[in-house]
C-alpha cells in the first residue's frame, strides 16, 4: 500500500504540474462502472455513493443491471430476486442528491452466458441465438476450447429481437431516471455466423455497426445517449492488442460506421494503451478505463488529463475522462472493500485478492486529493 500511496502522490505533482485549477476541466468525466447490488446491499451501495463516490466528486456511475430488476415488461426476463423501484429510488435518490449521473447498463448482442449458464434472454427467447448448435452447458468447459465459446450472442437481424430488447431498455432507463444506457457489446465473438441464415455471409463490421446504430438510434429517439465498451473497434492484430482487448473477427472497421455520440468506454486493464486518442481522432467521445492494477489505472487518468492539456480542442472535447471498472459482485466488493466478512457462518465471500480493491481505492484517493 505504501508504494501504491507513493505513486499516487507522484502523479499528484505531474497533475499541478499541468497548470490546471478546475478538477472538471481537468477530467470532466470521473465514472466507476460496477455491478447493480443485489438487494441485501442496497443499503450498503447507498452508503457507498455517499461516503466515497460522492466525496471523490465521481459524477457518473454505472450499473450493469442486466437482469436484476423486477421488468413489468417482460417478467420472464427478471431474477429470481430482483431489485424493486423501491431498491431502485434508494440508488437514484443518492445519485441525485449527490450530482451524480446514474446509467444502466444491460448487455446486449454479445455476453448472452456465462460458462455453462445461458442467461435470461436467449433462455426464453431461443430463437434469437446466433448459435443455437452450441449449448453452453454441454460445451463450455475452459477457454479456448474446440468450439470457440467464450460467450453467447443473440442475432442483431432476427425480426423480433428488438422489440424484446427495447422494451426492457426503455423500461430501466425510466426506472432510474436516466438520460442514457450502456449496452455493453463488448468480447463478441459470435457474430456473422455460418449457421446464422439471417447473417451468414455478411460483413461482420456491418453487422456490429447496424446493432450499435440501431440502438442508438431508439434511445435517441427518448433524448438518450448511448456507451459501449470500445474493444470490438479496434483492430486487434494491427495494434497487438489481441482478440480480448480488440478484435480478431472483423468487427473493428465499424468504427467508421457508429454514429459520432456514441460514448465509448476504452477498457484495458494489462497495460496504459493510448488507443482513447484514437477514438478521439475518430470523432467519438471516448473515456479511458482501469480495473485492478492501482499503477496502471492512475496512469490512465494522467494520460487522459495529458491527452485534454495537449490536444487541440476539436479533439480535447471527445477526450471525455475516466471510468474505474469492478468485475466482481457489488457485494463481495463493498465487503472487502470495507473490510466486513469473516470466517462466520454464512458470511458472504470477499472478492478475489485481485487488486481491484486496492486500484478503486487508490482512484478514488486520487480524485478526493484533486479535487482538494
Known amino acids: 500500500m505504501k508504494k501504491i500511496f507513493t505513486f499516487v502522490m507522484a502523479m499528484m505533482v505531474m497533475a499541478f504540474s499541468m497548470g490546471a485549477k478546475d478538477m472538471d476541466s481537468l477530467l470532466p468525466v470521473r465514472g466507476f462502472a460496477i455491478e447493480a447490488p443485489s438487494v441485501r446491499d442496497v443499503d450498503l451501495f447507498v452508503r457507498f455513493i455517499e461516503e466515497d463516490l460522492a466525496q471523490a466528486r465521481v459524477n457518473l ?3 450493469r443491471v442486466d437482469w ?3 421488468y413489468q415488461s417482460h417478467p420472464e426476463l427478471q431474477d429470481e430476486h430482483p431489485l424493486t423501484q423501491a431498491d431502485v429510488d434508494k440508488l437514484v435518490a443518492a445519485c441525485q442528491k449527490n450530482g451524480i449521473r446514474l446509467v444502466p447498463q444491460i448487455n446486449l448482442l454479445g455476453h448472452q452466458s456465462w ?3 445461458t442467461y435470461a434472454l436467449l433462455k426464453n427467447y431461443p430463437e434469437f441465438d446466433e448459435t443455437p448448435s452450441i449449448r453452453t452447458e454441454e460445451h463450455y468447459s475452459k477457454w479456448p476450447n474446440e468450439y470457440g465459446l467464450y460467450c453467447k450472442s443473440y442475432c442483431p437481424l432476427h425480426p423480433d429481437v428488438h422489440r424484446v430488447v427495447f422494451d426492457v431498455v426503455d423500461e430501466i432507463c425510466e426506472a432510474f431516471h436516466s438520460d442514457a444506457f450502456h449496452a455493453g ?3 463478441v465473438f459470435y457474430i456473422g455466423m455460418d449457421e446464422c441464415p439471417r447473417c451468414k455471409g455478411k460483413d461482420r463490421s456491418e453487422l456490429f455497426a447496424g446493432e450499435v446504430n440501431a440502438i442508438r438510434s431508439h434511445l435517441a429517439d427518448k433524448g438518450r445517449q448511448l456507451m459501449i465498451w470500445g474493444d470490438r473497434l479496434l483492430d486487434g492484430r494491427t495494434t497487438g492488442l489481441g482478440e480480448w482487448e480488440a478484435s480478431y473477427n472483423d468487427t473493428w472497421r465499424a468504427v467508421d460506421m457508429i454514429s459520432k455520440d456514441v460514448l465509448i468506454c476504452d477498457w484495458h486493464y494489462e497495460r496504459a494503451d493510448l488507443s482513447a486518442v484514437y477514438f478521439a481522432m475518430k470523432g ?3 473515456v479511458s478505463c482501469g480495473y485492478r492494477d492501482p499503477e496502471i489505472s492512475i496512469q490512465q487518468v494522467m494520460d487522459m488529463m495529458k491527452f485534454r492539456a495537449q490536444a487541440p480542442d476539436e479533439m480535447k472535447d ?4 475516466y471510468v474505474h471498472t469492478i468485475w466482481s459482485s457489488a457485494g463481495r466488493f463493498l465487503r472487502s472493500y470495507y473490510g466486513m466478512g469473516g470466517n462466520r457462518p454464512g458470511a458472504p465471500r470477499p472478492p478475489r ?3 481491484s480493491v486496492e486500484a478503486a481505492k487508490a482512484v478514488l484517493t486520487y480524485f478526493r486529493e484533486l479535487a482538494d
Open 61 to 63: 456511475l454505472i450499473l
Open 68 to 70: 436484476n430488476y423486477a
Open 115 to 117: 460458462a455453462k449458464e
Open 185 to 187: 457489446m463488448d468480447e
Open 284 to 286: 467519438l467521445p471516448v
Open 318 to 321: 471527445h477526450l471525455c475522462g
Open 353 to 355: 485478492q485481485d487488486g
